[in-house]
């Protein structure tokens, strides 16, 4: 990291650089505790029905904590809030679901404890991507949205893949995810994870051929088990960076990771870059050995004009996202040289993955009226790893460092930085934690002198690990290694069609698809021949 003001570390990402179908979705009905678990679901089976006029959402429901069989179908197809009349009866599940929905083009089928509720036709049209994409035949697909069962909202950043196989991605900042995996994988399960929700696993097969929301349901900690577990906050951080050498990665690794960048202007993008990268994770209990990057493929889109007057480049992008680690390279409020600068106070107790998570919030010490850290940390009970963090510089102090984020300035603006925000997560491989996801993002507004209007600006950087190798792991020499401080946008690409290939990538988001669908712009893109 950077040095910061006087002898303070600031963990900043990167500088500006200023220069002149139908969607299928899936509803997750969730158990009941008296759910018959681990049953195949048959669609002969028996149950009975009290007499009722439900909606079809509900009914559904009062068939899955019956029978502990989960739903997945297309509300696009279904209506959810559509009121059905049924008398009492007893009959089997494939005649119920016919007398509720009342349609005969659809069909049924169950593999092991779900039920798909489909209608027979030509395939789903894939999400918003940016390029048609070529599927070995060695690989399968698999594509949907992360939701909150009761709101519906999206839930970005979520885990999504094989934890056993160190294969997975992120959701999108909209929830959506694309999944690209090996065939022999085809019988497994697909794990969705997020913190302080119930975690799912769906078999891969039931979501070939179609476009899935997973609902996800929260998970609640029990009052008294709160009440029970009273932590001292601050002595939890100070274990959990003690104990870091043992909780991450021992050993240096390849972590395969998709990358984005992209800078924005009152909401219309300036430039996006998406790249593969392999980075060469060195061991955490090792702070002398540096993280290398070499770059697989990646491609830029950028819509500068020539006639803008002020035209912001992201540099060092890659730089930061290596030293948003945080277990890698401490920022002040895990460092124990700078801790007494922070009040830390018991958040929240939580789960993820089945286990108790710590919910620690951190704010700078109010007697400091400097630019310092705000936000929360999640340690896990059992081990205390800190497996996730959400953190932000502090907004009321935040312009004291402009020239930290502004390597050139144009005379004839005046910056305003408004926030810079971050968040990690790391996931549970071989006993250890290796880095997962991280994202940095920085808004500012430029004033040209002599005018009462402002411009928005905002920056962001991204990284999501899709598989991790142990075997065979070596240092890039010089010549295979990026130069992790380039402005990466400004790199030279050649042309690629088939391009992303087999690589499991971040589903851009549909607001990013539709801007950049509408640039006639220029499109570089780099394939490393190996």
Request: charged fraction near 25%; glycine fraction near 4%; include cysteine.
């Amino acid at each position: 990291m950077d040095a910061g003001t006087g002898h303070r570390t600031f963990l900043t990402f990167g500088a500006l650089k200023a220069a002149p179908g139908s969607l299928v979705v899936v509803l997750l009905l969730l158990l009941a505790p008296l759910t018959l678990s681990g049953q195949d679901c048959r669609l002969d089976m028996k149950i009975s029905l009290p007499r009722q006029t439900s909606t079809v959402y509900s009914l559904l429901n009062q068939i899955s904590i019956q029978t502990g069989c989960f739903f997945v179908y297309d509300s696009e197809i279904i209506n959810n809030n559509r009121r059905v009349s049924i008398k009492r009866k007893r009959m089997d599940v494939r005649s119920l679901l016919g007398e509720i929905l009342n349609d005969s083009s659809l069909s049924y089928r169950s593999i092991q404890n779900h039920i798909l509720i489909f209608r027979p036709g030509p395939a789903v049209e894939e999400m918003p991507v940016l390029e048609a994409r070529e599927v070995k035949p060695t690989t399968f697909v698999v594509r949907g949205r992360v939701l909150d069962q009761v709101s519906g909202a999206a839930m970005p950043f979520a885990s999504v893949g094989i934890p056993e196989r160190g294969l997975g991605i992120s959701t999108n900042n909209d929830g959506y995810f694309q999944l690209k995996l090996p065939k022999e994988l085809l019988d497994k399960d697909l794990h969705v994870s997020y913190l302080g929700y119930k975690s799912q696993a769906l078999p891969l097969r039931l979501l070939l051929d179609n476009q899935v929301d997973i609902m996800m349901e929260a998970d609640y900690i029990s009052m008294q088990e709160v009440i029970i577990r009273y932590y001292d906050p601050r002595a939890l951080i100070e274990q959990a960076i003690a104990k870091r050498h043992e909780n991450y990665c021992d050993h240096p690794v390849y972590l395969l990771s998709f990358y984005r960048e992209g800078v924005q202007r009152n909401e219309k993008y300036l430039s996006y870059s998406e790249a593969i990268f392999r980075v060469f994770k060195a061991p955490y209990n090792n702070q002398s050995a540096q993280d290398q990057v070499m770059l697989l493929k990646a491609r830029n889109i950028s819509n500068i004009d020539r006639s803008d007057t002020l035209v912001l480049k992201l540099k060092a992008g890659v730089q930061s996202a290596l030293e948003l680690d945080i277990m890698k390279q401490l920022p002040d409020f895990l460092d124990q040289e700078f801790i007494d600068d922070y009040e830390f106070t018991s958040a929240d107790l939580m789960n993820r993955n089945g286990r108790n998570v710590f919910a620690i919030e951190f704010k700078p010490n109010t007697k400091l009226q400097v630019p310092l850290f705000t936000g929360m940390i999640y340690l896990d009970q059992e081990s205390l790893a800190v497996i996730e963090a959400d953190f932000e510089i502090d907004r009321k102090y935040i312009n004291q460092l402009h020239h930290r984020f502004l390597t050139k300035r144009n005379p004839n603006y005046s910056p305003r930085i408004e926030s810079a925000s971050y968040s990690i997560n790391y996931q549970h491989y071989n006993g250890r934690y290796y880095l997962n996801h991280l994202r940095g993002e920085l808004k500012l507004r430029f004033r040209r002198k002599g005018s009462f209007f402002s411009n928005r600006y905002s920056a962001f950087i991204e990284m999501a690990v899709g598989m991790i190798e142990e075997e065979n792991v070596s240092r890039f020499n010089r010549r295979e290694a990026l130069e992790p401080k380039v402005v990466f946008v400004d790199q030279g690409y050649q042309y690629d069609e088939s391009f992303w290939g087999e690589y499991n990538i971040i589903t851009p988001e549909t607001k990013i698809s539709e801007a950049l669908s509408q640039i006639k712009s220029r499109i570089e893109s780099f394939v490393r021949k190996e």
